[in-house]
């Protein structure tokens, strides 16, 4: 049931793009492993062997402090509507930062969001393909527009709080470098 690929084909970024929710899991040597969905439209592939995601201000930033100690990450996305299908991409990530050269290069990817506080550069060594047949069917009712409408009334200097009192260290109080790479 499950095939391998050493690279994205079209017909895989096909598939992803058409995802309007996929899960991000990453880990520490020890510790809690974070698991988290995604959704808006926040994830690009720019090539057959990398991913990016723009990733917003939230509750927490477990994905940041793990990349700096373990660059290991996985993205998992499931068919909910239409053929059954899941697609996992494996690889070796790390956060840009708005303070980063490459930010300018990779934020015109993505449609203007506030809150905008990394791009999850992600090298990909392994896709995995499975049925998916376990997989519910779900239809689409829409967008949440919560998040976005938070980060427009924080604005960036409420927003620059916010990251310097939630998200500066994850859960097991792992630095996130949200502020300078020494923090």
């Known amino acids: 049931m499950g095939r391998q690929y050493s690279a994205i084909s079209d017909r895989h970024r096909e598939f992803i793009e058409r995802q309007r ?8 040597a020890d510790g809690r492993v974070n698991l ?5 439209d926040s994830l690009r592939v720019p090539g057959p062997d ?10 927490g930033n477990e994905t940041a402090a793990h990349l700096r100690e373990n660059p290991r990450m996985t993205l998992m996305f499931c068919a909910f509507e239409g ?12 956060a840009v930062h708005p303070r980063d050269e ?19 550069d992600l090298r990909v060594e392994l896709v ?20 976005t409408r938070w980060s427009e009334r924080k604005g960036e200097a409420g927003i ?3 990251w310097e009192t939630k998200n500066r260290t994850s859960l097991d109080g ?10």
Do not use: H
């Not at 929710?21 to 520490?28: G, K, P, Q, S």
């Not at 053929?83 to 996992?88: A, C, H």
């Open 21 to 28: 929710l996929y899960f991000v899991a990453t880990a520490a």
């Open 36 to 40: 988290s969905p995604k959704g808006m």
């Open 50 to 59: 990398r991913v990016a995601w723009l990733n917003l201000t939230g509750s």
């Open 83 to 94: 053929d059954p299908l899941i697609l996992r991409l494996y690889g070796q990530a790390r």
């Open 102 to 120: 490459e930010w300018a290069l990779l934020l015109p990817l993505f449609p203007e969001q506030p809150g905008a506080r990394q791009i999850i």
């Open 128 to 147: 995995q393909t499975s049925c998916g047949f376990g997989v519910p069917l779900f239809d689409y009712v829409g967008q949440r527009d919560e998040l």
């Open 160 to 162: 620059r709080e916010y």
């Open 174 to 183: 792992r630095p996130t470098g949200i502020l300078g790479p020494e923090e």
